[in-house]
C-alpha cells in the first residue's frame, strides 16, 4: 500500500483534533459545558461499539488492569477538551504537547526505561519552552502562581495524562485492541460525568442545559468525526512507523494554531512563538529516533 493513504488517514485524525476547540466553544456558548459534552458523545460512542462488537465487555473483566487505561484517557480528554474550550487555543496546545516530556519520567518510573542522554536533553528544551509560554511578560516571580489559568493547568494535566495513557498501552499491549479502545472510550465518558459532578459541586460547571439545537447537532457531528478520526488514527498508525506517525501527528499543532489565529481564538507574542519552538523542538526529537530505528529502510 502506499504511503500516502496511511498518511492522509493521521493527518485527517489530526485535522479534527485541530479544529476540535471550535465547536467545543461553540457547543459551550449555545449553553452546554464541554464535560457534559463529552460525556453526551463518548455515551453515544460506546452505545455504538456496543451494537457492533458483541462480546467487547466479557474481555474487560478479563483484564482488570484496562482500568487504569481508562482513568488515564478519560482525565486526559477532558482535561484537553476543557482546556480549549475556555482557554487561549496555541497556549492550550502547547503546553498539551509538552507529553514527550511526560513520557520520558513515566517510561522511566513505571517501565523502568533510564532515560538517556538525548531524553534529558529534550526534558531540558521542553520545560524551558514552558517557562517561556507561563511566565509573564514581566517576569516577575511574584506573578508567577497568578499568571497559571485553569485552561493552563488543564492543558498541563492532560499531557501529563496523554504521556501516561501512551506508557499504559505499551504496557498492555498483549490486550486485544478492540478491548483497549472500549476502555478508553468509556474513560472518557466515566471521567467526564465524574469531574462535570464535582465540578458543579465547586461552582466550576453550569447545570445541564435544556435542549438546544445548536448543541444537539454540534455535538451529533463532532461525534461522528471522532469515531471517524479514531478509525484513521488506527489505520494510519498500523501501517506507519510510530516515529513517523508521532512526526505528522504534529500537525494537529499547525491546524489548531492557524484556525484559531484567523478566527481569533488565540494571541501569538513572540515568547510563545519561542516557547512553542522549543516544545515542538522537544517533540519532533523524540520522534525521529523512532522513525529510523522503526523504518531503517528509510
Known amino acids: 500500500m502506499h504511503l500516502s493513504l496511511p498518511v492522509a ?26 464535560l457534559w459534552a463529552t460525556a453526551c458523545m463518548y455515551a453515544l460512542v460506546l452505545l455504538t461499539l456496543l451494537a457492533s462488537r458483541r ?36 497556549r492550550v496546545i502547547l503546553l498539551f504537547y509538552l507529553m514527550p516530556a511526560w513520557a520520558v519520567m513515566l517510561a522511566w518510573s513505571i517501565l523502568g526505561e533510564r532515560p538517556t542522554a538525548a531524553a534529558l536533553l529534550r526534558l531540558a528544551l521542553a520545560f524551558t519552552g514552558v517557562v517561556l509560554v507561563l511566565l509573564p511578560q514581566g517576569g516577575a516571580k511574584e506573578h508567577w502562581l497568578q499568571s497559571l489559568s485553569l485552561a493552563d493547568a488543564l492543558a498541563l494535566l492532560g499531557g501529563f495524562m496523554f504521556a501516561l495513557t501512551n506508557v499504559t ?53 463532532l461525534a461522528g468525526l471522532l469515531m471517524l478520526g479514531n478509525w484513521a488514527l488506527q489505520f494510519g498508525a498500523a501501517r506507519l512507523a510510530a516515529g513517523t506517525t508521532a512526526l505528522v501527528m504534529l500537525s494537529e499543532v499547525v491546524f489548531a494554531s492557524v484556525s484559531s489565529a484567523l478566527m481569533g481564538a488565540s494571541t501569538l507574542s513572540a ?23 522503526a523504518n531503517p529502510g528509510h
Open 169 to 221: 498501552l505499551r504496557r498492555l499491549h498483549a490486550v486485544p485492541g478492540q478491548a483497549r479502545m472500549f476502555s478508553m472510550f468509556a474513560g472518557c465518558m466515566l471521567m467526564a460525568l465524574t469531574v462535570a459532578f464535582a465540578g458543579r459541586q465547586a461552582n466550576l460547571v453550569e447545570a445541564f442545559p435544556p435542549w438546544n439545537t445548536t448543541w444537539a447537532v454540534t455535538g451529533l457531528v
Open 9 to 34: 488517514a493521521l493527518l485527517f485524525n489530526a485535522l479534527v483534533w485541530g479544529l476540535a476547540w471550535w465547536p467545543f466553544q461553540r457547543m459551550h456558548q449555545a449553553g452546554l459545558h464541554p
Open 271 to 293: 515568547r510563545t512563538v519561542l516557547g512553542g519552538a522549543l516544545i515542538l523542538l522537544a517533540a519532533l526529537l523524540a520522534a525521529l529516533p523512532l522513525r529510523h530505528s
Open 55 to 90: 462480546g467487547i465487555l466479557g474481555q474487560l473483566r478479563h483484564h482488570p488492569q484496562l482500568w487504569l487505561l481508562a482513568l488515564a484517557s478519560g482525565l486526559n480528554n477532558v482535561a484537553f477538551n476543557w482546556a480549549v474550550t475556555i482557554g487561549d487555543v496555541v
